[in-house]
């Protein structure tokens, strides 16, 4: 009875036991999931992260990638990311813009990657240091980049034809684009140009940098769009709308279809759109060229894009993120990324080899204005402190009445910038 | 018999129970705890919130976007009041004039812009306000008007949500005016008429005091949700721009709070707006119970 009992004692503990590790085996056996978050909608790179997703599904069977598109670009992401974070559910990976990635790395809890410089040497060689100062803050490595792209100016040829202009020869300066859009408005009575005017400031950076200015002192004290090469700039950009009446007014969606239906001769906005606007102009070539210089000042241009950060707090999940960004940056990854959408590849001998991206660039001609763009490339300022977000409201909000023209651009921005310099941290 | 009296009451609030314990949990908790949070910085990841007094409400009453979203929501909250309790009024009862097949047809045609997704319905009005090819402004133009940027204009954008938010609510309140309309009873018509009443004195005279109480539910409902409906359009359309001209109370708080992480600030900014409605609304009882007939 006794032995009975052991026996069968025994068997229960090495059946629980056993189902234990069974339970456990088929744990590790399941491939661990991470949710990576992005900006890319279908018209904007989305079946391009499809697409990565799945080979690197197919070259990883331990790792599933579930991929969540954002509305509302990196401001839109950086909300839901703020409120997850709350929620303590972030996901593992996310986008976070270069205007964006100051106020992440302070506010956020996220991984420092300085250490995968050691255990990974390989995946940084290629990355030029430039670019990967890109997601570099206070002498960390907070994030990597990834999307890169550039502004550049599409036009219309056959608007520039109607207007008897020479679709060959856009135009290279400001002063050029106001005669020939005062030409194409008279000739075709259509809009000469749109620059872009989404929820971001990124091309009134572009042309406070392009007109020699600096959208943050260096001591990153004062905000700079209250100097006179942003005043400039901002002038001009009023006087367009409202005086010449060559430049539309509109929001980001009405600009981009206003263009696309042949209502806008020239449309300053992201190389990352080149994809979208080759397959949507609406009965015409697209053609794209670099945007214009302020005079013979040289040609400067904000850094769009993105670095990638990981906020996975679970080490198994940091390692699949990680896998995850070494993927996407490889030559493979890469190539699929720059052909959905025209960012430009942080590896940039990949435009020149011919078993990557030398055919897409050959056969892509607007992808010139990016490349001959790239080395003019500055920062999108991101604005430091936790009042960041605020900042950059404040500005997008300062173009806004500038372009309604009710007030000269100076001491709107004047006011928006003693406002927005009052928020940096001291 | 005290004792009856008190195991009566005892059964009463044990039905009450489950409903004031839900209420209690879903809408005052949130009301207290945002209360409470006004009175603190905090941006929602930070593991620390700083007490902060009263300045929360001081900066709010300092703050130019405030005001100038109290200003628009005034201006909304009128205009959809006056347009989404009279435009279905008229609509029901020339509505009900029609006989046969076509009074369903219009129903449904009238009906229909309230199922559809509002997300869906600013998509499709995103496209029709395009203000160089969008419908509004090609027929304008072929009235010979110039129609305005309806959302990048200050003087515009507003009118361009509260449009939408019309369209979009009106035939709830139309569906509510045929049934009460439908309910007065026939003979008092046939009465009025018998007594040589015109088309008009029957409406002046039967038709709205007797549907008085309807109008009455109309109204409070239309002015206390109607800011509320103003979110969803203006985040699609214009997120409160250009420069804050169509900016309203609801979405200036979901933009403190979920913009710019100022979470003290926007429960600061949301006890203020819920004192103002909680005002109005009492206001509003008060005055409207006073002028309505029952028909008793």
């Given at each position: 009875m006794r032995r009975q009992i052991v026996v069968r004692s025994t068997s229960l503990v090495l059946t629980v036991f056993l189902a234990l590790c069974g339970g456990a085996l088929a744990r590790a056996a399941e491939p661990i999931t991470i949710e990576y978050w992005h900006i890319n909608s279908p018209t904007f790179g989305g079946p391009a992260v499809k697409e990565l997703v799945q080979v690197f599904e197919a070259k990883n069977p331990g790792i599933k990638i579930a991929e969540k598109f954002q509305p509302g670009v990196y401001t839109g992401l950086m909300q839901q990311l703020q409120v997850s974070l709350a929620a303590k559910r972030p996901p593992a990976i996310a986008q976070i813009g270069y205007n964006l990635t100051a106020y992440a790395a302070g506010q956020f809890p996220h991984v420092?990657?300085?250490?995968y410089r050691k255990s990974d040497p390989d995946f940084f060689k290629g990355i030029p240091d430039n670019i990967m100062?890109?997601?570099?803050l206070g002498g960390s490595l907070h994030g990597i980049p990834f999307g890169v792209s550039t502004p550049v100016m599409f036009y219309n040829p056959d608007l520039f034809k109607a207007a008897?202009?020479?679709?060959?020869?856009?135009?290279?300066?400001w002063d050029e684009l106001l005669r020939q859009g005062a030409i194409i408005k008279q000739k075709?009575?259509?809009?000469?140009v749109y620059l872009q005017q989404p929820n971001d400031e990124w091309i009134d950076q572009t042309l406070i940098w392009g007109n020699?200015?600096?959208?943050?002192s260096e001591d990153g004290k004062?905000?700079?769009?209250?100097s006179p090469q942003a005043i400039e700039a901002m002038q001009m950009w009023q006087d367009m709308v409202d005086?010449?009446?060559?430049a539309a007014n509109l929001t980001w969606e009405e600009g981009l279809q206003a263009f696309l239906s042949g209502h806008i001769a020239m449309c300053l906005t992201t190389i990352g759109r080149q994809d979208h606007m080759r397959k949507n102009a609406s009965g015409f070539q697209v053609r794209a060229v670099p945007v214009p210089r302020f005079g013979t000042k040289p040609l400067a241009t904000a850094t769009g894009g993105n670095v990638l950060m990981i906020f996975a707090s679970d080490p198994a999940q940091e390692k699949a993120a990680w896998e995850w960004i070494k993927f996407v940056l490889s030559p493979e990854g890469a190539t699929i990324w720059t052909k959905g959408t025209g960012y430009l590849p942080p590896r940039a001998e990949l435009a020149t080899d011919p078993r990557y991206l030398k055919p897409f660039f050959d056969e892509a001609p607007m992808m010139k204005a990016a490349l001959q763009t790239f080395p003019y490339a500055r920062p999108w300022v991101s604005f430091p402190g936790s009042r960041g977000l605020e900042i950059t409201k404040i500005l997008i909000k300062a173009r806004e009445e500038i372009l309604e023209g009710?007030?000269?651009a100076e001491p709107i921005l004047k006011e928006a910038s003693q406002q927005a310099s009052a928020l940096l941290p001291k | 018999m005290p004792g009856r009296r008190w195991r009566a009451a005892a059964i009463g609030y044990l039905y009450l129970a489950p409903a004031a314990a839900l209420t209690a949990v879903f809408v005052y908790w949130p009301l207290v705890a945002s209360a409470t949070l006004s009175f603190y910085d905090w941006?929602?990841?930070?593991p620390t919130w700083a007490a902060v007094g009263f300045a929360n409400y001081r900066e709010l009453a300092h703050n130019r976007a405030f005001w100038l979203a109290l200003v628009n929501t005034a201006k909304a909250a009128a205009a959809l009041t006056a347009l989404t309790v009279l435009v279905p009024l008229l609509l029901a009862v020339a509505v009900l004039r029609v006989t046969g097949w076509w009074r369903n047809v219009y129903r449904v045609v009238l009906f229909s812009p309230t199922v559809i997704s509002m997300a869906i319905a600013c998509a499709v009005w995103l496209w029709m306000f395009?203000?160089?090819?969008?419908v509004l402004n090609t027929l304008l133009r072929y009235a010979g008007i110039q129609g305005p940027r309806w959302l990048s204009s200050g003087s515009s954008a507003i009118w361009a949500i509260i449009i939408v938010t019309v369209w979009k609510t009106f035939g709830f309140n139309f569906v509510i005016y045929i049934a009460g309309l439908l309910a007065i009873p026939a003979e008092m018509y046939e009465a009025g008429r018998v007594d040589g009443a015109s088309e008009r004195q029957l409406f002046r005279h039967i038709t709205l005091p007797l549907l008085a109480p309807t109008t009455l539910f109309v109204f409070l409902t239309t002015f206390i949700l109607s800011p509320q409906n103003l979110f969803v359009p203006t985040q699609i359309?214009?997120?409160?721009?250009?420069?804050?001209?169509?900016?309203n109370l609801g979405y200036l708080v979901y933009q403190l709070g979920f913009?710019?992480?100022r979470v003290g600030y926007a429960s600061a900014a949301a006890t203020v707006i819920f004192l103002l409605f909680l005002g109005l609304t009492a206001v509003q009882f008060y005055f409207a119970e006073r002028r309505v007939h029952y028909g008793r």
């Open positions: 420092i990657l300085d250490k100062a890109l997601g570099v008897g202009l020479n679709p060959d020869q856009p135009p290279q300066t075709t009575g259509k809009l000469a020699g200015g600096r959208p943050l004062h905000v700079g769009w209250d005086k010449t009446k060559i009710k007030r000269p | 941006n929602l990841v930070s395009h203000p160089l090819h969008g359309l214009t997120q409160g721009g250009p420069n804050e001209a169509s900016n913009e710019y992480f």
